[in-house]
T-cell receptor, first 114, second 114 residues
């Protein structure tokens, strides 16, 4: 079945450490997105990519980095510069063109600080 | 910038009662509209979407939503709540000619009492 796979499901970060969250999709979608979810705050866009080798900052990109070397993959690195990384992170993908297309979501990665 | 307001961060209904979750958007041009559901520690699942066809949209699990341009609203309803409907619900909008970027509301947690 086609879908989005996020790994790991739970991740712990030590102070000063960078961690990378994986997101892989087999839906043949051009566009991919990373969101951060905090209780009571809905979803906030971190980064998005409309095409391979190109990505754009979202609303809360500080302290995060991404790469898009393959269509199927869009990993997110939470750097030590992100002072409050504890959150639920969601990856999504969609068709790039032809508005009105929904985004499809993975099951998320919950990141906590040790 | 587009904004989405979900009135009521928490809604509680009895099993068998009507479910009404409210969503208002700010765009002067009718956007594309979506409702998603999120169960604990999972990603978002699409319930239904409005893309300028019929104003009453039917979705999965017995939910439906009505687009009202005059009220800039897209409220989600279900005639009879079931215990399994307990989850968080997100309204999202995508502006016409903005690709498939989404702006999310803050979410409404639905609780169903036996």
């Amino acid at each position: 079945d086609g879908g989005i796979t996020q790994s790991p499901k739970y991740l712990f970060r030590k102070e000063g450490q960078n961690v990378t969250l994986s997101c892989e999709q087999n839906l043949n979608h051009d566009a991919m997105y990373w969101y951060r979810q905090d209780p009571g705050q809905g979803l906030r866009l971190i980064y998005y990519s409309q095409i391979v080798n190109d990505f754009q900052k979202g609303d809360i990109a500080e302290g995060y980095s991404v790469s898009r070397e393959k269509k199927e993959s869009f990993p997110l690195t939470v750097t030590s510069a992100q002072k409050n990384p504890t959150a639920f992170y969601l990856c999504a993908s969609s068709i790039r063109t032809g508005g009105g297309q929904p985004q499809h979501f993975g099951d998320g990665t919950r990141l906590s600080i040790l | 910038a587009q904004s989405v307001t979900q009135l009521g961060s928490h809604v509680s209904v009895s099993e068998g009662a009507l479910v009404l979750l409210r969503c208002n958007y700010s765009s002067s041009v009718p956007p594309y509209l979506f409702w998603y559901v999120q169960y604990p520690n999972q990603g978002l699942q699409l319930l239904l979407k409005y893309t300028s066809a019929a104003t009453l949209v039917k979705g999965i699990n017995g939910f439906e939503a009505e687009f009202k341009k005059s009220e800039t609203s897209f409220h989600l309803t279900k005639p009879s709540a079931h215990m399994s409907d307990a989850a968080e619900y997100f309204c999202a909008v995508s502006e016409v000619n903005a690709g498939n970027m989404l702006t999310f509301g803050g979410g409404t947690r639905l609780m169903v009492k036996p």
